[in-house]
Each structure stands twice: as C-alpha cells, then as structure tokens.
C-alpha cells in the first residue's frame, strides 16, 4: 500500500530466499497475495516478480533511483556497487548493523523505522509513502542519489587494474604464493 501511495514507479521482487519453510517442510509453492485490487491498480507503475530475478543486473540498470531491502550484506555490497541509494527496513541478525553503515555512516540511504526502539511494531503505508517520496522526490533524496552514484563509481573504480581493491588483492595473492 505504500507503494501504491507513493505513486513512484517500482518492481517488487517477492521471492524468499530466506523462507524458513523450506526447512519446515511447508508449501514453497504458495503464492503471496496482496489486497484485493492491488495488482491491477499499480499495474502502469509497478511490476511484480514472483520468481527469481538477477538483483545485480537490475541494480545495474540506470532507471533504478533506490532499493527497499532488509540490509542482508549481500544485498548491501550489490547496492554500494551499482551506485544505488537504499531504503534500509532491517530485519534481524547484521540487517541493523548494515542499515546503519549505509544510511548512518555512507549517507547514502534512509532507514525505514530506527531498529533500536521501533523493531517490534507494524511499519504503516504512510511511513513506506513517505520514505520512497523522499529518497525518490525530495532534495534530501537528490542528495542522497548523487552520493550513493559517486559512491559506487569509486568502488567499482577501485576494483578495476590498478585500482586500490585490485592492486591490495594482487598483494595479498602474490604473498602468499610466495
């Protein structure tokens, strides 16, 4: 609902790598529903993806302006990678650790609820309306944009032949090879 209220373009991947059915023995095939209606109202602004979808690839795409997710560290690096703010919505484990390093320390995103005092309750519409609208068409979140994008530039910079990443790897490699 929120982000049908943002009015923002989105794509909503619902697969649930982290399903503790799985393990349960519970249904993999069940099919999450949403509220009567809600497919067919953002269908010219959203695209919902049931399956399996390459995160990387779509980060990398130049249209994405943010990325909602639980701050798993992986999804985390992706981010900083692709130059793409994040809207941090931790969930447990590093997830709090995580948000804070991007949206605290990096400054290049917004946290959904603060971990520490709201974790247990319910996350309204409004409040997802109105982190999407600020990441997404505000000044803050202008701000927020260019600083994950150069972010992501000097990381990816860094990685590449005679970047720092690359140039501490080969050290590293050619020490113990020795």
Not at 46 to 51: E, H, I, P, Q, S
Request: glycine share 8%.
């Amino acid at each position: 609902m929120g982000l049908e209220l943002s009015k923002q373009k989105f794509i909503w991947l619902m697969n649930d790598p982290d399903n503790g059915e799985i393990y349960l023995g519970g249904d993999l095939n069940r099919k999450f529903e949403f509220h009567a209606g809600f497919e067919e109202r953002v269908n010219e602004v959203g695209l919902l993806v049931r399956d399996w979808a390459p995160q990387t690839e779509i980060l990398a795409h130049s249209s994405i302006g943010g990325f909602l997710c639980a701050c798993d560290w992986t999804s985390c690096v992706e981010t900083i990678t692709m130059g793409v703010p994040i809207i941090a919505w931790p969930t447990h484990s590093d997830h709090p650790k995580n948000g804070f390093l991007l949206t605290e320390m990096l400054k290049i995103g917004l946290v959904i609820r603060e971990w520490d005092k709201k974790r247990d309750e319910v996350v309204t519409a409004s409040t997802i309306d109105n982190v999407v609208r600020k990441l997404m068409a505000s000044e803050e979140g202008d701000e927020i944009r260019k600083r994950a994008k150069e972010f992501g530039e000097a990381v990816r910079k860094s990685t590449e032949k005679g970047g720092a990443s690359q140039m501490e790897l080969d050290y590293f490699i050619a020490h113990i090879t020795r």
